[in-house]
């Protein structure tokens, strides 16, 4: 039987490097007051050990975690076929892995897991939180301030909030939908239609917004002119099933519909399977434009998706890179984000990055 190799332990790496105790537990845990040589020796120590921190003992010195737990409003089944989600994931795991943090997923199937986040964050387990995904009528909001983490959020809050301003990464969701709409007015196309998003969720109801600025620009004046026609605007979910049933009551509705702006990708995936379905071309008879731009599914629709695209990997990075801005220790203050500053109004302390219209052959 081979013998267990016992871990080095701060004493050892302060007799190699000649040191106190006290003094490697400063370098280690990123405290103050080591001259740069004495801090050098302990570092160079440390690696030739293979010394490896204790994080119970570090956090209790440190009170610090170095995990950051994401919360996402959404079921198992929505979290795990969704697109967006695994890129705003991937984000925000690049960016906390780069400073060592780890990521704890956090998922709310129904109100009754509310109240185990509240107290798995009041926990102490975590330096902070990143929350995206949310509904109007969330109490998570509330919750998460009672539990007394930091906290940013994914998308424009839209909850009156008795909490403070919260801090916030969004994409101009408004203009983009806008963009997405003057594009198919410019294609000669007069009854365009929105199918929405889950219109509890503020990024919803900007782009349907969006889509009413353009549709009132023209009314009374030969323009589209249509926006109170509300045969023209059907709710949707941002799924592919929901696109599916909003195009099919569109279409009863309105069989003279010549362009569809959808909430996002799978919500246009959903209608262009109806458009076949009933033997309509895009675009020559219906021009599709989306919201997201997720490759490679935009790409490979049939036909290729015009879409508005944001960046959702770069939101989640911004979402840690604030969080741990407002978590970071003495020495790391001061580096606020560096990629990315608001290109639209945002009220309170929000970043709001902007959208592109993506041209493919839909529309």
Not at 30 to 56: D, F, I, S
Not at 155 to 174: A, E, L, Q
Not at 276 to 287: I, N, Q, S, T
Request: avoid cysteine; charged fraction near 25%; aromatic fraction near 4%.
């Amino acid at each position: 039987m081979s013998e267990a190799v016992s871990r080095p332990t701060l004493e050892a790496v302060a007799a190699r490097a000649g040191v106190s105790r006290a003094t490697v537990s400063r370098v280690v845990n990123g405290g103050y007051g080591v001259r740069e040589p004495l801090a050098e020796r302990v570092r160079r120590a440390v690696a030739e050990l293979g010394y490896v921190p204790n994080q119970a003992a570090r956090s209790l010195v440190t009170r610090r975690h170095d995990a950051v737990a994401v919360v996402i409003a959404e079921p198992e089944t929505r979290v795990f076929t969704d697109p967006f989600f695994a890129l705003q994931l991937r984000g925000i795991s690049k960016e906390l892995t780069s400073h060592d943090n780890q990521l704890v997923l956090l998922l709310t199937e129904g109100r009754d897991d509310h109240a185990r986040v509240a107290r798995y964050l009041a926990g102490g387990h975590v330096d902070g939180a990143l929350v995206f995904s949310l509904h109007l009528d969330d109490p998570l909001p509330g919750l998460i301030h009672d539990a007394g983490v930091p906290t940013v959020f994914g998308g424009r809050p839209g909850w009156r909030d008795r909490t403070g301003t919260p801090v916030y990464v969004d994409s101009d969701n408004r203009g983009g939908a806008r963009t997405a709409v003057r594009h198919l007015v410019s294609l000669g196309r007069t009854r365009i239609a929105h199918l929405t998003g889950a219109l509890d969720q503020t990024s919803a109801v900007d782009r349907l917004d969006g889509y009413r600025d353009v549709m009132g620009e023209g009314a009374g004046a030969g323009g589209p002119g249509r926006a109170g026609d509300p045969a023209l605007v059907v709710e949707s979910d941002f799924t592919p099933a929901g696109g599916e049933r909003a195009m099919r009551e569109l279409l009863d509705r309105r069989p003279d519909v010549d362009a569809v702006f959808a909430a996002n990708d799978l919500t246009a995936l959903g209608a262009l399977r109806v458009l076949r379905e009933r033997g309509l071309r895009v675009p020559e008879d219906v021009a599709v434009v989306g919201f997201d731009d997720m490759l490679p599914l935009a790409e490979q629709s049939d036909p290729p998706l015009t879409t508005v695209r944001q960046d959702i990997e770069r939101m989640g990075r911004l979402m840690a890179r604030l969080l741990l801005h407002g978590t970071a220790a003495p020495d790391d203050a001061g580096q606020a984000p560096d990629d990315a500053g608001p290109v639209a109004d945002a009220p309170g302390p929000g970043l709001i990055l902007p959208t592109t219209l993506i041209r493919r052959a839909s529309a």
